[in-house]
């Protein structure tokens, strides 16, 4: 049905590529239209992945969402499986950064930040006075980067021993060459439209929700959950080798044949895109393939809880850099959702790699394991072997939002918009989070409807 509440006519849809964009979009569409997803895995959601390994739970990539994404939740409950959800335990609120050969908590709360160990007294004091920080004048135009942005409102100190170490733990990139316009869009307009960002949190009030999963499921459950509602309009182990306009639409050429839609969306990574229309559009490709992807390496690693001499008391830590240490960062898993752990045990998941430090994945998994138990002695006081051990190496995880991203997007949507039915779909364009990358394909799912 259309907004008015008419018949919407019914189109023949083909989706490239098997994420959590491009399964969300196919269930939106699928209840109007006759939609097919072609992906090239055998199995289907992406870098969405949880493996069951001598009863821990380990997540390759996300590990949970907001409860606040509206447009996430929305697809959990078509996907029958909202009554599953388990929220993090209370715990996991806490998190901290590692600097100066210690843990410093960061405060839950803008007020807590004037006690916060992280920070000198001069760096405080350079923060508070964020509110009084003229905006600069090009900043409806202009671009600066993520570190430039709040070095210039809150001072080094907040860009150096907060924002580069979350940043680079978060999503793999590099602080001073990411574009805080396309990444946070909406600290520029806090900026524009209060003047000081703290004052636009302060006035907002807004509650982000609690982080959110699906416990001893882990996050495969919903990918799998809305795969078995798409059932045989899946198709898995199916290649696409290009997509070319037809007489009336598109032609979807694949390892068993072709398919013909009225509309296609690539949801798959830009390169992986790029080479699907490189016959259709040789410059759309060549700007496809400009996103550059951060690559990471992820160690899930278990401790008997009793050679642990810190509590976990906490979501993790993130590792600023120059502290002697290679790894950027833990999240405390075992704390964050118990039921992903056994008793009596501790579980951390590890990151190595990102935008600064390409070559961690090109590491033998014996110098992996020997860093990452290296650096979590010095960091959290561990030095027992562990009880597990396990990784998942991603050469292209995450895309990266350099400061051209604004100006490239603009042009990749200006070649999409010259071929009639075509849309883009992913993380590589409109948001690098879970929820970001599902409100954009439903989105694309509109107006394909």
């Not at 090239?40 to 380990?58: A, N, Q």
């Not at 170490?165 to 793999?172: H, K, Q, R, S, V």
């Not at 598109?250 to 044949?257: E, F, L």
Request: with cysteine; charged share 20%; net charge neutral.
């Amino acid at each position: 049905m259309n907004a008015s509440g008419g018949q919407t006519a019914s189109k023949r849809v083909a989706v490239v590529g098997a994420g959590i964009a491009g399964l969300s979009m196919a269930l939106r569409l699928s209840a109007d239209h006759d939609v097919a997803v072609f992906e090239r895995e055998s199995t289907p959601g992406g870098k969405i992945h949880s493996e069951h390994l001598g009863g821990f739970l380990f997540d390759w990539g996300p590990n949970g969402f907001l409860s606040s994404a509206a447009e996430l939740r929305d697809v959990v409950r078509e996907a029958g499986c909202e009554s599953e959800l388990a929220q993090a335990a209370p715990a996991a609120s806490k998190r901290y950064i590692y600097w100066g050969g210690k843990l410093h908590a960061l405060p839950s709360a803008l007020p807590g930040a004037l006690s916060m160990s992280l920070l000198s007294v001069s760096g405080k004091l350079r923060a508070a006075r964020e509110p009084f920080v003229r905006a600069r004048p090009d900043a409806r135009d202009g671009d600066e980067s993520v570190h430039a942005f709040f070095e210039r409102r809150f001072g080094r100190e907040v860009a150096d021993r907060v924002v580069a170490p979350a940043l680079l733990g978060i999503t793999g990139g590099d602080a001073s060459a990411t574009s805080v316009a396309s990444l946070f869009p909406r600290l520029l307009e806090m900026e524009r439209e209060h003047g000081s960002v703290i004052r636009a949190m302060m006035r907002g009030r807004r509650t982000p929700g609690r982080l959110s999963s699906f416990g001893a499921g882990g996050m495969q459950h919903l990918t799998d959950a809305v795969a078995a509602k798409l059932g045989n309009r899946l198709r898995l182990g199916c290649a696409v080798e290009r997509v070319e306009p037809g007489e009336s639409g598109w032609r979807i050429v694949h390892a068993g044949g072709e398919f013909h839609a009225d509309a296609v969306s690539i949801a798959t990574p830009s390169d992986a895109a790029a080479a699907i229309l490189e016959t259709s559009d040789a410059e759309l490709a060549e700007l496809l393939r400009g996103i550059a992807y951060a690559p990471m390496r992820v160690a899930g690693v278990a401790f008997r809880s009793q050679d642990v001499p810190v509590p976990l008391d906490g979501f993790g830590f993130l590792a600023a850099r120059g502290q002697g240490v290679r790894i950027l960062g833990a999240l405390f898993t075992s704390t964050i959702y118990p039921s992903q752990a056994p008793p009596d045990t501790a579980y951390l998941r590890v990151f190595l790699g990102g935008a600064t430090d390409r070559g961690a994945v090109g590491l033998d998994a014996a110098s992996a394991r020997g860093i990452v138990l290296a650096d979590l002695a010095k960091t959290l006081g561990i030095t027992a072997e562990p009880v597990a051990y396990h990784e998942a190496v991603w050469p292209h995880a995450i895309p990266q939002y350099a400061l051209d991203h604004r100006a490239r997007l603009a042009r990749i949507d200006e070649r999409v918009a010259a071929h009639r039915g075509l849309t883009l779909a992913g993380n590589a364009y409109r948001g690098l989070g879970l929820s970001d990358n599902v409100r954009d394909s439903l989105a694309v799912a509109t107006r394909i409807a």
